[in-house]
Nanobody, 114 residues
Framework: QVQLVESGGGLVQAGGSLRLSCAASGTVFSPNVMGWYRQAPGKQRELVAVITSVGRINYADSVKGRFTVSRDNAKNTVYLQMNSLKPEDTGVYYC????????WGQGTQVTVSS
């Protein structure tokens, strides 16, 4: 059974940067999609950025130009480089993998102070 383990969250001031990582353990078949969702307090979970196993990328409009998603297929790992962070980026960031079904990570907290 595939599991996702995230790392890299934390507290940062507005304008700062953070890098999230998510490694999938177990056998991951291709094609697949990996990426990141986030959930702010009192709000629904929303897509941040996703990337397919052949490199197609989709970003939420709110993060375009600031966030960069990438992946290492050999390591079954996806990354999210977050620059120019804003307080509204605060939330729990969840790693996501889809090939036959949806797999979610446990979430990592990102807090951006103003």
């Amino acid at each position: 059974q595939v599991q996702l383990v995230e790392s890299g969250g934390g507290l940062v001031q507005a304008g700062g940067s953070l890098r999230l990582s998510c490694a999938a353990s177990g056998t991951v078949f291709s094609p697949n999609v990996m990426g990141w969702y986030r959930q702010a307090p009192g709000k629904q979970r929303e897509l941040v950025a996703v990337i397919t196993s052949v490199g197609r990328i989709n970003y939420a409009d709110s993060v375009k130009g600031r966030f960069t998603v990438s992946r290492d297929n050999a390591k079954n790992t996806v990354y999210l480089q977050m620059n120019s962070l804003k307080p509204e980026d605060t939330g729990v960031y969840y790693c996501w993998l889809n090939y036959n079904s949806n797999v979610w990570g446990q979430g990592t907290q990102v807090t951006v102070s103003s």
